[in-house]
């Protein structure tokens, strides 16, 4: 060998165990890589860098109860005793519609039921179509019809509303059908083609009790119910 070579070599082994010195040696007990994303989260100081993956820290305390977890004796309280037929129809109907919420249901009830009286009042029958049955719109056109050939106006305005309740409650197949009970004040009044008064007086301040029945499919996107029966108490 010439001195070159033996030079060459001998930085060789030089660099070898400086390496090893730095490096070290794996021995099968070494730590885990440092997870610094999961180390702050769960520390409780999220780094603004690092984007949380879900399930990767586990949550072990115990889940506390929710509000929206209701006793079943008070689920239906204020619309329903527990146990009674209406209860069991109310079940009936959250079974297939989990979304189900009374008081969104009668307080949009009580909003259909002005709309509807004063569209069949007005001949409105557009706005009547989008919230009657079929059935329901062929017998309140076929009345505008015949107030029409009759050459006569009605004339109503609410005073006031002053119930409107859950009576009735049933869920069969994908129908679910509510029934309420109305009890409101109203003037009405039907005039001739003079003007002439021919039923009702526009000075009389009228108690009216309607029970009305309200339909949706409840495996159709469509969330509206729809009158499907009507009746009234005298």
């Given at each position: ?8 070599l ?76 209406l ?50 719109y062929d ?27 859950i ?19 109203m ?46 108490v005298?």
């Amino acid at each position: 060998m010439d001195i070159y070579t033996i030079i060459f070599l001998a930085l060789a082994v030089f660099i070898f165990l400086r390496l090893r010195n730095v490096l070290g040696q794996r021995t099968g007990n070494e730590r885990p890589p440092y997870d610094r994303a999961a180390r702050n989260v769960v520390q409780g100081t999220p780094d603004s860098n690092v984007v949380p993956i879900p399930g990767t820290v586990i949550d072990q305390t115990p889940l506390a109860p929710t509000a929206d977890v209701v006793p079943p004796t008070d689920r239906w309280k204020g619309f329903a005793e527990a146990g009674t037929p209406l209860a069991q129809g109310l079940d009936g109907i959250v079974a297939q519609d989990s979304s189900f919420d009374p008081r969104h249901f009668v307080s949009g009830a009580r909003s259909a039921y002005e709309m509807i009286v004063l569209a069949f009042a007005n001949g409105d029958r557009r706005a009547l179509k989008d919230l009657l049955s079929t059935e329901v719109y062929d017998s309140f056109e076929a009345a505008i019809k015949d107030r029409e050939r009759q050459e006569r106006k009605t004339e109503t305005r609410f005073v006031s509303v002053d119930k409107a309740e859950i009576v009735g409650a049933e869920a069969r197949d994908r129908n679910a059908q509510l029934t309420v009970r109305f009890v409101s004040q109203m003037i009405s009044v039907t005039r001739d083609k003079t003007g002439a008064i021919v039923d009702g007086n526009p000075d009389k301040v009228t108690d009216i009790t309607d029970v009305w029945t309200f339909a949706r499919d409840t495996g159709s996107r469509d969330p509206n119910w729809k009158l499907v029966g009507t009746g009234s108490v005298h």
